[in-house]
T-cell receptor, first 116, second 114 residues
Framework: AQKITQTQPGMFVQEKEAVTLDCTYD???????LFWYKQPSSGEMIFLIY??????QNATEGRYSLNFQKARKSANLVISASQLGDSAMYFC?????????????FGQGTTLQVKP | NAGVTQTPKFRILKIGQSMTLQCAQD?????MYWYRQDPGMGLKLIYY???????DKGEVPNGYNVSRSTTEDFPLRLELAAPSQTSVYFC?????????????FGDGTRLSIL
């Protein structure tokens, strides 16, 4: 069975510091994609970053990077130089490559609060 | 660009009533999805569609129905609303179903069943 686990219900970080949000996944499919989405208090879902199972390098998008450890089945999101606007809920999600449907499985999310 | 548009944004229903949540996208995406998000939880897939005329169940389809008569529209129908269907509903779309295609989400419909 496919599963995404986010073990940190809530995290605090000081403004301008870096923070790591944990995500582990379980799948027997060799082809898959991992996504991170941000959900601010306004409720919309914002795509942040993507990592493919066959990608050799860790994904980066501006202040976001993904620490992908395939053998440990983890895909942690690293936010550098945190800003007050980073306060939000963050979701890790997975799409199986073999399903050809694009269906996403989401974790339960981590609430991040950035302190001034 | 409008992207994915959901209507209404908020709705209160009485138990047993029915309603349709509307979703439209203007990106010519083939794949569309309906998710629900219960308080403090992640999103769960209700139904999805890989193209006009083709729909399939997701993880939590009971109590819902969908149709896809056009590429643009993917309405979600609630029949006989129950308190357990109180949730935030998100519609999403993507051009391909490839594992590397991020889904584009609407702003959600907040639904309360009383």
């Amino acid at each position: 069975a496919q599963k995404i686990t986010q073990t940190q219900p809530g995290m605090f970080v000081q403004e301008k510091e870096a923070v790591t949000l944990d995500c582990t996944y379980d799948t027997s499919d060799p082809s898959y994609g991992l996504f991170w989405y941000k959900q601010p208090s306004s409720g919309e879902m914002i795509f942040l970053i993507y990592q493919g199972s066959y990608d050799q390098q860790n994904a980066t998008e501006g202040r976001y990077s993904l620490n992908f450890q395939k053998a440990r089945k983890s895909a942690n999101l690293v936010i550098s130089a945190s800003q007050l606007g980073d306060s939000a809920m963050y979701f890790c999600a997975m799409a199986r490559g073999s399903s050809n449907t694009g269906k996403l499985i989401f974790g339960q999310g981590t609430t991040l609060q950035v302190k001034p | 660009n409008a992207g994915v548009t959901q209507t209404p944004k908020f709705r209160i229903l009485k138990i047993g009533q029915s309603m349709t949540l509307q979703c439209a996208q203007d990106m010519n995406h083939n794949y569309m999805y309906w998710y629900r998000q219960d308080p403090g939880m992640g999103l769960k897939l209700i139904y999805y569609s890989v193209g006009a005329g083709i729909t399939d169940k997701g993880e939590v389809p009971n109590g819902y129905n969908v149709s896809r008569s056009t590429t643009e529209d993917f309405p979600l129908r609630l029949e006989l609303a129950a308190p357990s269907q109180t949730s935030v509903y998100f519609c999403a779309s993507s051009y391909l179903a490839a594992r590397n295609q991020p889904q584009h989400f609407g702003d959600g419909t907040r639904l309360s069943i009383l």
